[in-house]
Every structure is written in structure tokens, then in C-alpha cells.
């Protein structure tokens, strides 16, 4: 069985399946990734992502005999959330977020690139750079997409340059680092975007965690996880991203396991 659980080790997290293999993946995966959405646990090593927890080769193959982009099989399948990442999309096209074609756009933690495969299909960026722990899926994601992956120390963007990018993007990352690893990207992300940029990201805020979705985390998240879901404070989130010349433009609730995810999308000031 999958147990959602979540530690720190020196300021970056990593996730993989508990029990390992396909018996633990098919007994569990669709109770407990379709609650928690991912596993989260202690590693040695300490940069492990996504690929820890949805096994790169298993995942693949388990999509293809679905006849489902690995984007939509996790969705459907692992999650039993369908469409939940396209009705993101669809809201952030709403909002305006692709309607200038960004030229350059950043991903942290693209994972299996779900985000990334949708918003490829908004708009047509000339370079799109990731940030991702997961070798694996960093690879196929280079491979299959054409993406620039960027050397990912935890929680810094250095090798992108200040005002270099017109959309940087997250998604279920934020609740899945620690604070500190939150905090610093949220620097760097101001930093690399352009005037007139946008950031997206969602974070499980004040508005996710009314009493009822506090219950339902308690009862129902995976059992020996203390860190899994992070929760960050909105105010804190919008106050920082203000004096980083960064306006709150929208927010909306996005499905996350549990309960829900709030995102968050600010425009830079020009
Ligand atoms: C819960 S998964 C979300 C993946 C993807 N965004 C999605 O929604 O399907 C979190 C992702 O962040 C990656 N990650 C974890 N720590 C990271 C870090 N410090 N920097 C960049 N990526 C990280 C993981 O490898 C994983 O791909």
C-alpha cells in the first residue's frame, strides 16, 4: 500500500511508493494517490521527485495500455480526478494567462509534464525551461517536448536570467516542498519574470482549509506523513509577491486529493 508520508532532509523533498513495485501500485494507487495525489517520504539521497512515487517505466506503460497521454492517465486513473488538470488550464486561459503567447515560459516540477503538455497546446513559447528533480522524467520530457531542462538545486532558478521569461508556472509543487524551499523560489520566480510577465502557482492557503477540509485531511490523508500537504499562508504568499512588484490578478480552487489547492496568478508590474 501507498502511504502518503513526508520529511524534510536539508531542504528539498522527495516522494516514491512506499512497498515499491506493481503489487503496491495496484492495490494502492488509486486510493491513496486519488486522495493525497502523490507520496512523500525520507530519502538518503535527497533529491528524488516525482519518478520516486509514479515510477517512470510503470507509469508509461500502465498509460499506454489505457490508450491515455500519461497527463490524462494520471488524472483519470491515478488520481480519478478526470479533466482536473485541463480545467485548470481552461481557467487560466480564462484569465488571460496565454492570450499574449509567451515567448519563453518556466516550469518547476513538471513531474510528468500533464501541465506542460496542455499549455503546450495554449500557446507555441520558443523556449520553455524546467526546473525538475526527477532524472526520468526530466528526460522524457526533454525528449518528447523539446524542453530546456536547467541544472535544479532545490530551490533556486540561477541559470535563468533576471526578466527572461514571460510565464513561470507550478503546479502541486508548493505543497510538497518545505517552507524554506517555497520561500526561495518565490524570490527567484519574481526575479526571472519579465514586466508585464505572469506567475502561477497554487499552494494549499487559508482558503483550502476550512474546518470540514481539515477533517477530511486528518481522517483521510495518508497516515505517517507530517509534512505532506504544506499549507502556506495566501496573505503571505500575496504580500511577499507585492513587494516583488508582483500583483494578485486571480485565484481560483483547484481539486487536490483531499481537498483543494488555491491558484494563485500574479502579473508583474511593468
Ligand atoms: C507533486 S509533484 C507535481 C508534478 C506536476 N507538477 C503535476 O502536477 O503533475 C511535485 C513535483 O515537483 C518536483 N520537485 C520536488 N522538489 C523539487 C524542487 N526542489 N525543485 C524542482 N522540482 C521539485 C517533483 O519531482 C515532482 O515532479
Redesign the pocket.
Known amino acids: 500500500m501507498l502511504t502518503p508520508m513526508a520529511e524534510m532532509t536539508g531542504g528539498?523533498?522527495l516522494?516514491r511508493a512506499v512497498g515499491g513495485g506493481k503489487s503496491a501500485l495496484k492495490s494502492g494507487v488509486k486510493r491513496l494517490l486519488g486522495r493525497a495525489?502523490?507520496d512523500i517520504l525520507r530519502s538518503a539521497n535527497n533529491l528524488?521527485?516525482?519518478?520516486d512515487f509514479i515510477p517512470f517505466e510503470a507509469t508509461m506503460r500502465a498509460a499506454r495500455a489505457a490508450d491515455l497521454s500519461v497527463?490524462d492517465y494520471?488524472d483519470e486513473v491515478m488520481n480519478g480526478t478526470p479533466g482536473a488538470?485541463q480545467s485548470t488550464i481552461d481557467e487560466l486561459r480564462a484569465l488571460g494567462v496565454f492570450a499574449a503567447n509567451p515567448g519563453t515560459v518556466l516550469e518547476?516540477?513538471?513531474?510528468?509534464g500533464?501541465?506542460l503538455e496542455k499549455t503546450l497546446k495554449e500557446c507555441s513559447p520558443g523556449r520553455y525551461e524546467i526546473?525538475?528533480?526527477?532524472a526520468p522524467?526530466t528526460t522524457y520530457l526533454v525528449d518528447t517536448f523539446g524542453v530546456v531542462a536547467q541544472p535544479?538545486a532545490?530551490?533556486s532558478l540561477a541559470p535563468t536570467l533576471d526578466g527572461s521569461v514571460d510565464l513561470v508556472h507550478?503546479?502541486?509543487?508548493f505543497n510538497?516542498?518545505p517552507f524554506l524551499?517555497a520561500s526561495r523560489?518565490f524570490f527567484e520566480m519574481a526575479r526571472v519574470t519579465r514586466p508585464g510577465g505572469r506567475i502561477v502557482f497554487d499552494a494549499m492557503t487559508e482558503a483550502c482549509l476550512d474546518p470540514a477540509a481539515m477533517r477530511a485531511w486528518a481522517t483521510e490523508g495518508g497516515t505517517g506523513h507530517d509534512s505532506y500537504p504544506a499549507a502556506l499562508p495566501r496573505r503571505a504568499c500575496v504580500d511577499l509577491f507585492a513587494t516583488l512588484g508582483c500583483n494578485l490578478e486571480a485565484s481560483f480552487l483547484a481539486p487536490m486529493g483531499v481537498g483543494t489547492t488555491e491558484v494563485l496568478v500574479f502579473g508583474k508590474r511593468a
Do not use: L
Open positions: 528539498s523533498c516522494m495525489g502523490f528524488g521527485g516525482v519518478d497527463g494520471i488538470t518547476i516540477g513538471p513531474g510528468s500533464r501541465y526546473y525538475e528533480t526527477a522524467w535544479t532545490g530551490c507550478a503546479h502541486k509543487v510538497t516542498v524551499g523560489y
